[in-house]
Structure formats: structure tokens, C-alpha cells
């Protein structure tokens, strides 16, 4: 869905991305990780054809330099914060941009209230909150369906609780089948969200892993082993993704990365989706590393 | 092109290029009219435009003199000082303060080409303009109309075109710094600067290059017509009650020399007023960074 190949992006002397190849297929979800300057952002720049750079970018198998609009008729993009007429109503600003993805919208309502901001659309943007002005990206972003979502840093201006409730409605418009790629800092972000995690450093990709190698390079989290009734491994499956886990089914059951703050997580949505659990062990990732070794 | 899943629901084809044109534009005309400047312009325009026509009026009246024709040429000097200045900043402000606030780049990241986004901020723009001229020259219009003195209606048109014609040839220079400059405090005082050269320094150039060069006369006539002002002055007294006599040689000259055709060389130098630095802008906008 995403071909990154060799892309090159300098600013003076300075390669802020460099020689970096990605590919992302329908429905992967890949986070971009590092440290402040790896080039997380200018990657995400030069894949929505806001900046010139050497290399290639397809979407969709749309080349982003020569075919651009088209390339990003298949992306909702968030920013970090969003920047638009102040003045502009809420209503206003989402029928505008509906326009011009070529879509005809008579109301807003609906739009709004699937990012859990109804009633908002007299408001003039000013008077929304931040995380009130995510939401409003994002119910902007979501117009037409688009099968690709871009995200930089997009919680980073929220408060805890607004983070949470954003990332969990990320997670939601994730597991319908979205392609996701973004840039984030943050560990639960990544691995709530991520099916992969793209290391940045200086520019290069250093590494591209799965969220559970993530954690084990970070020194954290665990993996849950649960056993489960051949009938409704992949139910469980289904239910565990949609809510951001990555879960691999193993002879007996399903193995499942979580971070160790969230141990207790995939329990509760099998037991919301009245699955029930035959068994469990938790795995450290130092103890999977040793496994997987010995295996 | 690599095909996409079909389990995907793709939107449908990308908005035209009118389509988003035409949203940018109304977008940019809404904006304009909400603004500080457009009431302020509008004002100050009406305002001074009342007072131009209120005195020809009374002294129509007393000297016999046609209304609107009397009032046309008042107005050109108002014209020629005021609508640069409005038309400059304008458009100095559009594309570097949308980049100063971030607004650029979010719009660029919808599926729209920068071609769209430059042109419906100009159209955008130019309607607000457009509706500031209505507004000012109107207020004029009808204090003619109220005195009596609308003797001339069609003299009366012809300047609100031109003027009309001037402010995009001024809204296209704008642009053009506009895209050029990173910041918008810094468009708006090249736009300035641009306005002083263009309604002072080019005047007293010419007189001060005629007397030091010894320019011929059709070198004289040749550098006025580099300016859009002088081209906008020159064409309204050529199509008003006034004849180019006023300008001295070079208006005789350019009347004996080029005679009927004189609209057309007007018409054309302003046309390349408004296409040249707004094909500069396009082109300089397509290949910088909107960050």
C-alpha cells in the first residue's frame, strides 16, 4: 500500500532521512520510532509529497511526486496540531475539506459524532480543545473511507486521559482493515497501535521488527500465552486485533505481545467477546528471546 | 501502478481541478470578508472615494461640468494610490501567512495540486477585491446619482473595470512575493516597499531619467509602460473625457504614434502584469517547501 524505496531527503548538508527503504502492505500498521531528529517526521512529509526528496514513494501505487493528488486521496492525515482558520466553524471547515476530496456533505453530524464530537458543529475551532481539535483532524482525515491513515505525533499535545481516549479510538478505525503508518514517542501508543515498529536513527532505518521484538529490544513487556478451544481461537483472534493486540495463533492457543502495564488487557476483551480461557502462562521477553533460541 | 486489494474500498476519483478550485476560492473570498483589512480597505476606499465625488458634485454644479466625468478623474488618483496597496497586501499575506500558521502544509496534505491552491487563493481573493471596488465605488456611484450629476455612467464603468484590471495585476505581484518570502511580516513589508516604488520612485525616475538620459520619447513611453500604474493612468485618461495631451510629449506621441491602437497595448501590458509573476508564483510555489 506504502513503497518507500531509497529515499534520500536533505536539508543543506544535513540527510534527515536517509536511504530509507519501507514497504507497508493493506492493513499493516507500522509505527516510525526514535529519537527527536531521526526523521520520523520528514519521512511522513515526503510520503504525503509535502517535501522534495531523492528515492521513491508509491501509495496505493500512486508515485507521490508526479500523481500526488491521487496519492493522497487514499490518506486521512493527522497532524501533531491542527492548523487551520480559527475562526473557521466546525461544521464549516469539515464540509470544506469534504469538498475537496470530492465529496458532497450536507451536514457534518454524522462525521462528528464518529470521533465523539457531536452537537460541536456550531463552534468555531478556537473554542474546541486540543484534544477536541485531534478529533476534529481525524473526523477530517476519516472523510471518504480512506484505506490509509498518517499520523505524526498525534497525541502529542493531549493531556493522559485525552491520549488514551484518542488511542483507543485509533485503534478502533485501525482494526477496520486500515493501512496506518506514524510517527509516535510514546511505548503504549506503539504498541496499542503497531503491528511493526520502524527504528529511525540519524535519518537510516536501522530496524524494522514486530511490536513484540519492540518490547524486547526495550527491555520490556511480556507475552501471554492463553489457551484456547480450537473453535474460537480465531474469533479471539478477530476481537484481540480490533482492539490493537497482535496476536499469532501457536498449536494450543494464541501467544500475545502486551506491554507489562497492560497484562490483564486481553483478558478483559476475551471476556467482553465471552471467550473463554482455558489456560494461561506469561512469558517475559527475556524468557521468549531464550525460547525462541533454544527453539 | 500496482493494483490495490479489492477487500479495500477505494474513494472515488479525485475532486476536479475546478471543484477545488472553486472551494479554495470561496474559502479564501469568506476569510477575506471576516478580515481587519478588507473593512478597513473597504472604509477607508468608500470613505475618501464619498468625499472625491461629494466635492465634484458641488463644483459640477457651480462650472456646468459633467458628474461623473469630473468625479472619474478624481478618482483615478485615489485608485492609483489606494488599490495597489490593498491588492499588494493581499496577496503578500495569503500564501506566507498560511505557511507562518501551519495552515499550508495541512492543506496540501489533501488531495489537492498546489496549481488549485494558488489559483483559488487568487480568485479568492480577487473577488474580495472585486466587492471592496463595488463597495467603494458604488458609495460614489450613488452620490452622483443623488446630486444629479450621473451625466457619464459609462466613463464611470470603464474606471471601475480598469481599476478592477489593476488590482489583479497588483494581487498577481503580491503573490508572487508571497510565495517568495518565509514569513508574512516580511511579505507585507516587501509588498509596502514594492507599492512605494511602484506609485513614487517610478515617477520621479522617469522624470529624473528623460532629463539626466535624455530618453527619446518612445524610450520615455516605452519605460512608463513597465509600470502597471502608469499603463492603468494612461488608459483611463485615454478612455475618459481627457486625452493623453495631459501627459505631456509622450501622451501626444502615444496618441499620433499608435493611435486606436493604444487599447490594445494597454490592455496587453496589463494582461502581462497579472500572467507573468503569477505564472512565476505558480512555478515557485510548485518546487518550495510549503513548511
Not at chain 1, 104 to 130: H, M, N
Not at chain 2, 259 to 272: E, Q, S
Request: proline share 4%; net charge positive.
Amino acid at each position: 500500500m506504502i513503497r518507500i524505496h531509497n529515499v534520500t531527503r536533505r536539508f543543506g548538508r544535513h540527510a534527515a532521512v536517509d536511504n530509507a527503504s519501507i514497504n507497508i502492505g493493506a492493513g499493516d500498521s507500522v509505527a516510525l520510532w526514535g529519537g527527536n531528529g531521526a526523521g520520523k517526521t520528514t519521512l511522513i512529509r515526503c510520503v504525503l509529497g509535502l517535501l522534495r526528496f531523492q528515492g521513491s514513494i508509491e501509495v496505493g501505487g500512486y508515485d507521490v511526486r508526479r500523481h500526488g493528488k491521487h496519492a493522497r486521496r487514499l490518506i486521512g492525515y493527522v497532524p501533531q496540531e491542527l492548523g487551520f482558520y480559527d475562526d473557521l466553524g466546525v461544521a464549516e471547515a469539515v464540509v470544506f475539506f469534504a469538498r475537496l476530496k470530492g465529496l458532497s456533505l450536507r451536514s457534518a453530524d454524522a462525521v462528528l459524532a464518529s470521533v465523539g464530537l457531536p452537537g460541536q458543529d456550531r463552534k468555531r475551532i478556537r473554542e474546541l480543545s486540543g484534544g477536541m481539535k485531534q478529533r476534529l483532524a481525524l473526523a477530517i482525515a476519516m472523510l471518504g473511507d480512506p484505506p490509509i491513515l498518517v499520523l505524526d505525533e498525534v497525541t502529542a499535545s493531549l493531556d493522559a486521559c485525552g491520549r488514551e481516549e484518542f488511542v483507543s479510538l485509533l485503534s478502533r478505525l485501525g482494526g477496520e482493515g486500515r493501512t496506518m503508518l506514524f510517527a509516535s514517542h510514546r511505548v503504549e501508543e506503539v504498541t496499542t497501535l503497531a503491528k511493526r515498529v520502524v527504528h529511525l536513527d540519524k535519518g537510516c532505518v536501522t530496524s524494522i521488527t514486530d511490536t513484540h521484538a519492540f518490547l524486547g529490544h526495550l527491555g520490556m513487556g511480556s507475552v501471554l500465552h492463553l489457551t484456547l478451544p480450537p473453535s474460537v481461537r480465531e474469533p479471539a483472534m478477530t476481537l484481540l486485533r480490533a482492539s490493537g493486540f497482535s496476536p499469532r495463533l501457536n498449536g494450543v492457543g494464541l501467544m500475545v505481545p502486551v506491554p507489562d502495564e497492560q497484562k490483564a488487557a486481553p483478558f478483559r476483551v476475551l471476556a467482553e467477546g465471552r471467550i473463554a480461557i482455558d489456560d494461561f502462562e506469561v512469558i517475559s521477553n527475556a524468557q521468549m528471546r531464550r525460547l525462541e533460541a533454544h527453539a | 501502478m500496482t493494483a490495490l486489494p479489492a477487500s479495500i474500498r477505494l474513494p472515488s476519483a479525485p475532486a476536479s481541478v475546478l471543484s477545488n478550485t472553486a472551494a479554495i476560492a470561496l474559502r479564501e473570498l469568506r476569510e477575506a470578508v471576516r478580515s481587519r483589512w478588507f473593512m478597513l480597505y473597504t472604509l477607508a476606499f468608500a470613505a475618501l472615494g464619498l468625499g472625491i465625488s461629494y466635492v465634484s458634485a458641488v463644483g459640477a454644479g457651480g462650472a456646468g461640468l459633467s458628474g461623473f466625468g469630473r468625479t472619474t478623474a478624481g478618482l483615478i488618483n485615489l485608485v492609483l494610490l489606494v488599490v495597489p496597496l490593498m491588492a499588494l497586501t493581499a496577496g503578500a499575506g495569503s500564501i506566507a501567512g498560511d505557511r507562518e500558521r501551519g495552515m499550508l502544509s495541512y492543506l496540501l496534505c489533501q488531495p489537492v495540486s498546489r496549481a488549485e491552491v494558488l489559483l483559488g487563493k487568487f480568485i479568492g481573493l480577487a473577488a474580495a477585491l472585486l466587492a471592496c471596488l463595488c463597495l467603494g465605488l458604488g458609495a460614489c456611484a450613488a452620490v452622483m446619482v443623488w446630486k444629479g450629476q450621473a451625466t457619464q455612467p459609462a466613463s464611470f464603468l470603464w474606471l471601475a473595470a480598469l481599476s478592477f484590471a489593476l488590482a489583479l495585476t497588483m494581487l498577481s505581484v503580491g503573490m508572487l512575493i508571497s510565495v517568495l518570502a518565509r514569513k508574512a511580516s516580511v511579505a507585507v513589508g516587501t509588498a509596502i516597499f514594492v507599492w512605494l516604488t511602484l506609485v513614487f520612485v517610478t515617477d520621479l525616475g522617469l522624470m529624473a531619467g528623460a532629463m539626466a538620459l535624455k530618453l527619446r520619447i518612445e524610450e520615455l513611453f516605452g519605460l512608463s509602460l513597465i509600470n502597471p500604474l502608469q499603463v492603468f493612468k494612461m488608459w483611463s485618461l485615454h478612455s475618459g473625457d481627457a486625452t493623453l495631451d495631459v501627459l505631456g510629449p509622450a501622451g501626444l506621441y502615444a496618441v499620433e504614434e499608435h493611435g486606436p491602437a493604444l487599447h490594445a497595448i494597454f490592455g496587453g501590458c496589463m494582461a502581462a502584469w497579472v500572467i507573468t509573476p503569477l505564472a512565476a508564483a505558480a512555478a515557485i510555489f510548485a518546487r518550495r517547501s510549503p513548511l
